[in-house]
């Protein structure tokens, strides 16, 4: 089982960059989820990945072998790597089983068969294989496409949003099948995606993407606890940046002081996640600007010295005009030195 490593990847379109500088790896049995907002490169990378597209500098490799630098391309149909779109992209007119065999080209006709059905099995749709891709559900269409890519074994698997055309409940059905199956083929997967929640629970790396730029990789409780700048912070949820202000180890904020030993003095950023904000008897006096419930718990927005601050807490406390007495969780929240 092999790594795919990039090294300083960049795809200009004209002058500008889609992808720029970018470096992160794909391991066996894992799953990355590509997380930034739209426009920020990650189908770019996929294609990249999968050999649809040229490298402009950089290097893409699995193992030692070099797919792509800006001198060497191999192609799209030997690289070992499988891409599923977003729309599934079944063939129409060849039956669910057929989609399926298609990718076991050099095989026989009857071995192919029993191979695809056996996959379709996997997930419960061998029932199905006489059917036409119209006959199915979205949800089921899904897992035939990503049958049809993994009856090749491919030692990398993309998915690019493969389940921003399923509802709620298919999404949930089709990932608690999806993800457990991925891990076990040894397939390096990655998945973009822009929903945050579904790449913290679900993946096992993150690759955050900003401007076609990483901002930040890792697992997805560092990422969340440990972000490296608040615009990294920023794609994992909702923050607020607050302007701070430290003088000897202590950070004085719009919403009460913070220590802060490990800052040199002069202006900081303060990430503040809504978790991070207690409503406490110690603290100081804000005003409740906006309630809103939130299902498993209120969101409060704040005020106070014409700054405003976003609060979960798990009780409705507290109504729009109240004034509450609020602290920051010195554990929680994190400091960094003003840019520029
Ligand atoms: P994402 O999938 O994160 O939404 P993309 O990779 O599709 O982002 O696009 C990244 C940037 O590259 C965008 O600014 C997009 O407009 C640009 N881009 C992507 N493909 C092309 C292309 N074929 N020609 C010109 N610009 C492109
Ligand atoms: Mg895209």
């Not at 929903?195 to 969340?224: F, I, N, W």
Request: hydrophobic letters at 45%; a negative charge; aromatic letters at 4%.
């Amino acid at each position: 089982m092999t790594d795919l490593v990039l090294e300083g990847v960049t795809r200009r379109y004209g002058a500008k960059a889609a992808v720029e500088g970018v470096g992160f790896t794909l391991r066996p049995g894992r799953i990355t989820a590509l997380l930034g907002p739209s426009g920020s490169g990650k189908t770019t990378l996929m294609r990249l990945i999968a050999g649809l597209e040229a490298v402009g500098a950089g290097t893409i490799r699995l193992g030692d072998e070099i797919l792509s630098s800006a001198d060497l391309h191999t192609p799209p149909e030997t690289r070992g790597v499988g891409l599923v779109f977003q729309d599934y992209a079944l063939f129409p007119h060849l039956s669910v089983l057929d989609n399926v065999a298609f990718g076991l080209g050099g095989m026989a006709r009857k071995a192919r068969d029993a191979k695809a059905l056996a996959l379709l099995d996997q997930v419960g749709l061998a029932d199905r294989a006489r059917n036409w891709p119209h006959d199915l559900s979205g949800g089921e269409q899904q897992r035939v496409a990503l049958m049809r890519a993994m009856a090749r074994e491919p030692k990398v698997l993309l998915l690019d949003e493969p389940f921003s055309g399923l509802d709620r409940h298919l999404k949930g059905a089709v990932r608690d099948f999806l993800f457990p199956a991925l891990r076990v083929s040894g397939a390096a997967v990655a998945i973009v995606t822009h929903d945050v929640d579904e790449a913290l629970l679900l993946a096992d790396d993150l690759v955050l993407l900003h401007q076609g730029r990483v901002l930040q990789s890792g697992t997805p409780v560092d990422c969340y606890r440990e972000p490296v700048s608040p615009e990294a912070a920023r794609l994992l949820g909702e923050v607020t940046v607050l302007s701070g202000r430290v003088e000897e180890g202590v950070a004085t904020t719009a919403f009460g002081i913070l220590p802060a030993t490990d800052q040199v003095d002069g202006e900081v950023e303060i990430v503040v996640r809504p978790e991070s904000v207690r409503l406490d008897r110690a603290g100081v006096l804000a005003k409740v600007v906006g309630v809103r419930f939130a299902g498993q718990g209120f969101d409060y927005r704040l005020e106070r010295e014409g700054r405003t601050l976003s609060l979960r807490a798990e009780e409705g406390r507290a109504d729009v005009g109240d004034t509450v007495t609020v602290s920051l969780d010195p554990a929680a929240v994190r400091l960094f030195p003003k840019s520029r």
